[in-house]
């Protein structure tokens, strides 16, 4: 069984998809939820499915090798970033090198890098006039948001389109591919 860690900062749509598609699933499940921000919608998320969490800090973070530890103590596998806004540290990158994937709201390597997250990126495709948008998921590496992309979706971006009709359409190309495209990883 492989034990998925899901890294995340915020409301925690995302995280709560992948741990409803591999609660019942037989090669893998969510174990842990690791949070920044302890007001985060996604603790209590995690709660409700009986999903272990753990309250980082920068300090914590980004000290040598403890979150690496954490997570080997835990048997982590596997690391989805699910909203999570701070740059991953390289020996956590080392120490799962092609085993931590992220989701990104826009089609990389456009509207991506530092800053960009969230309602930003869309801001940003509508002021550019693109015709579409969607989401990238990828491996991490040691930048925002340029390692190695796994999967594409794309949808149109309309005309009249405002930036909660933009997100919404993104945010349902997320939680119909995100779940699938990490099964199919850890097969």
């Avoid at 603790?43 to 272990?52: C, L, N, Q, R, T």
């Avoid at 990126?121 to 579409?132: D, I, N, R």
């Amino acid at each position: 069984m492989k034990r998925i860690a899901i890294f995340a900062s915020g409301s925690g749509t995302n995280a709560q998809k992948l741990i409803e598609h591999f609660e019942t699933h037989r090669d893998a499940q969510v174990t842990l939820v690791v949070c920044n921000n302890p007001q985060a919608r996604v603790m209590g998320i995690a709660k409700e499915h009986g999903v272990e969490t753990l309250l980082i800090d920068k300090e914590h973070f980004f000290s040598a090798q403890s979150i690496v530890d954490e997570l080997k103590v835990r048997g982590i596998d596997l690391i989805v970033l699910a909203g999570f806004l701070w740059l991953i540290p390289l020996p956590v990158i080392k120490a799962y090198h092609e085993k931590i994937i992220n989701i990104h709201p826009a089609l990389l390597p456009k509207f991506g890098g530092k800053g960009m997250y969230g309602k930003k990126v869309h801001e940003a495709v509508l002021t550019a006039g693109e015709k579409e948008s969607g989401i990238t998921i990828h491996y991490v590496n040691e930048k925002f948001d340029e390692g190695k992309h796994i999967a594409q979706f794309r949808c149109p971006v309309l005309p009249g389109d405002t930036l909660q009709s933009l997100a919404g359409r993104v945010q349902k190309l997320e939680h119909d591919h995100f779940a699938e495209v990490v099964e199919k990883i850890i097969s």
